[in-house]
């Protein structure tokens, strides 16, 4: 018996079924895939983020990092509104002009009617004083005038504007605007300033009737907070 046992010992191990030995092992290719996927979604979600950091950042330093910094005078719109790309504009000739090409620049809005009396000139005025206030600074902002009706512009209001090239008067229907703007409980569409970034965001409104070296600290301190990634553009 002990030479039996003794030579089972001595035999060489059964050959393995031809395959088996490759089934026992894991195929690499799909973990590998797996892996290059999740790289290329996060490498991805980096950029994005690395991309949007410098408006996020600017945005959090006006209104979050430094709460004790401001008076809470101007209303910030959140979620910002983007700016409709089908948004109805003409020039006041008629001519379309499509919406895309507002963007690019810093957008102290006023809507009134074309008349223009009372105080919708005192807004025009202000909004023109805002700017100028804005000092060398005030080439990052362009205006716009949004008529909301097609009675004409008086002749006198138009030369009292003057030919400045960051002063946009564009004709809207009011409806279309009032899908995008929104004033304040117990206001008009017509009774404020509006702010659009550079993006084409609407972020912010102004109080009716507002007080202007106060909206002027909200304005500078937003266009410091966004110096970082907003350039002077077409205006000025």
């Known amino acids: 018996m002990s030479g039996f046992n003794s030579s089972a010992r001595d035999l060489p191990a059964a050959a393995?079924?031809?395959?088996?030995?490759?089934?026992?092992?894991?195929?690499?290719?799909?973990?590998?895939?797996?892996?290059?996927?999740?790289r290329g979604r996060l490498l991805m979600l980096a950029v994005l983020l690395l991309c949007a950091a410098p408006v996020i950042a600017s945005y959090l330093m006006f209104y979050v990092v430094r709460p004790g910094a401001r008076s809470n005078y101007s209303t910030l719109v959140q979620p910002a509104r983007a700016l409709p790309a089908g948004l109805p504009l003409r020039t006041l000739d008629g001519t379309a002009v499509d919406a895309r090409t507002l963007p690019g620049q810093w957008l102290l809005v006023v809507a009134g009617p074309g008349a223009c009396e009372g105080a919708c000139e005192h807004r025009l005025f202000l909004q023109r004083q805002l700017r100028e206030m804005l000092?060398?600074?005030?080439?990052?902002?362009?205006?716009?005038?949004?008529?909301?009706?097609?009675?004409?512009?008086?002749?006198?209001?138009?030369?009292?504007?003057?030919?400045d090239p960051a002063l946009h008067l564009?004709?809207?229907?009011?409806?279309?605007?009032?899908?995008?703007?929104?004033?304040?409980?117990?206001?008009a569409l017509e009774d404020h300033l509006y702010l659009v970034d550079p993006k084409g965001d609407w972020m912010l409104r102004a109080p009716a009737d507002p007080d202007?070296?106060?909206?002027?600290?909200?304005?500078?301190?937003?266009?410091?907070?966004?110096?970082?990634?907003?350039?002077?553009?077409?205006?000025?």
């Open 135 to 163: 000092g060398r600074e005030r080439d990052r902002v362009d205006r716009v005038w949004f008529v909301v009706d097609d009675a004409p512009v008086p002749a006198a209001l138009r030369a009292a504007l003057g030919d």
């Open 212 to 236: 202007p070296a106060r909206l002027k600290r909200d304005l500078d301190r937003l266009l410091r907070a966004a110096a970082s990634w907003d350039q002077p553009g077409r205006g000025g």
């Open 16 to 38: 393995e079924p031809p395959g088996q030995s490759a089934r026992a092992q894991p195929d690499p290719a799909p973990a590998a895939q797996a892996r290059r996927a999740r």
């Open 170 to 187: 564009l004709r809207v229907p009011r409806a279309a605007l009032a899908a995008w703007l929104e004033p304040e409980p117990g206001h």
